[in-house]
């Protein structure tokens, strides 16, 4: 078990696109973040915690976290995870 891979594919201040390559067993911990992010699986499989709410997702799956809201996954099958953030996240630069 490791951390995901991170790729920033574009930015600007007010919004960033990035890519997440997990393996299977990998995990995002639990954390929270002033950004709105939207989530969308290219591939693979995972469990998704949103504010104490556990769901699965699969390829084609997407979703919006709000600001502030506690999140995580645990990855069940590898594949990629495509995240946009708004405004950018200057912590991943």
């Known amino acids: 078990m ?3 891979t991170r790729t920033v594919l574009a930015h ?6 990035v890519r997440f390559e997990f393996e299977t067993g990998d995990r ?11 989530t969308f699986v290219q591939s ?8 104490g709410q ?14 502030g809201a506690e999140h995580g996954c645990l990855c ?8 946009s953030f708004t405004p950018r996240r200057d912590d991943f630069l």
Do not use: C, N, W
């Open 54 to 67: 556990t769901s699965e997702v699969g390829p084609g799956d997407a979703f919006i976290i709000p600001s």
């Open 12 to 17: 600007s201040p007010d919004l960033m696109v």
């Open 44 to 51: 693979g499989r995972y469990r998704f915690t949103v504010d």
């Open 76 to 83: 069940l099958e590898k594949g990629v995870l495509i995240d």
């Open 28 to 38: 995002g911990a639990l954390h929270s973040h002033p950004h709105v992010q939207s």
């Open 2 to 4: 490791s951390d995901p």
